[in-house]
């Protein structure tokens, strides 16, 4: 089974609008670590945000803020004002307990792309 | 943030010839590094995790007599490609993680380098 489902292969956002991006994630252990990044058309992997499955606020960092559904199993990244260097590939990725903390799983990604 | 540096950034081989990619933590110490590949508009796939001072582990389907690791210290990992053929062309992409065992430590990835073999 999937561990990261990302379902939206590609999102069109215009400029100054928020975007959501879809993540869901599956696993059996209670602690895990959920990431988000983004890999500009340069290839580097930048790291967005972090959700720890015992937070109980959704994380935010400045226009980056993950919807933590976890009930639903699902964290979503909700980019508000988007600028037209959001443009990129954007994954989700998990870490789990049971890997000793190292292994970090990626989604096959959602590429978004931010118009005038 | 943490930097982590690749070279090179690109390089075109020959088929049958080896090809080493480094990975170096640039202002902290990696205990861990990971190696990925990633085909064209496909996702990362782990490779490999290396610790300092000891043998990679490969994830299965991962030859490791062909995609040799070695993290010789806390700055440096290294990838080579031995015998490289077509079908390793890729880009390849290595992260290191500080020392500590906690679920949001961050893993900081490198520029990645674009192998193509001939």
């Known amino acids: 089974a999937q561990k990261i489902t990302q379902t939206q292969p590609g999102m069109f956002v215009q400029e100054k609008e928020a975007v959501t991006l879809d993540c869901t994630y599956d696993t059996s252990d209670p602690s895990y670590g959920l990431f988000w990044y983004k890999q500009p058309s340069s290839g580097e992997m930048i790291f967005l945000i972090y959700q720890g499955s015992y937070d109980q606020q959704n994380a935010t960092e400045g226009r980056y803020s993950l919807n933590f559904q976890k009930a639903r199993k699902s964290a979503n990244l909700v980019i508000s004002a988007s600028q037209l260097g959001d443009s990129a590939m954007y994954f989700c990725a998990m870490r789990e307990a049971n890997t000793g903390f190292q292994k970090l799983v990626f989604g096959t990604g959602t590429r978004l792309l931010v118009s005038p | 943030g943490a930097v982590v540096s690749q070279h090179p950034s690109r390089v075109i081989c020959k088929s049958g010839t080896s090809v080493k990619i480094e990975c170096r933590s640039l202002d902290f110490q990696a205990t861990t590094m990971f190696w990925y590949r990633q085909f064209p508009k496909q996702s990362l796939m782990l490779m490999a995790t290396s610790n300092e001072g000891s043998k990679a582990t490969y994830e299965q389907g991962v030859e490791k007599d062909k995609f040799l690791i070695n993290h010789a210290s806390l700055t440096l990992s290294t990838l080579t490609v031995t015998s490289a053929h077509p079908e390793d062309s890729s880009f390849y992409i290595c992260?290191?993680?500080?020392?500590?065992?906690?679920?949001?430590?961050?893993?900081?990835f490198g520029p990645g380098t674009r192998l193509t073999v001939l």
């Open positions: 992260s290191a993680k500080e020392t500590g065992t906690a679920l949001e430590d961050t893993q900081y």
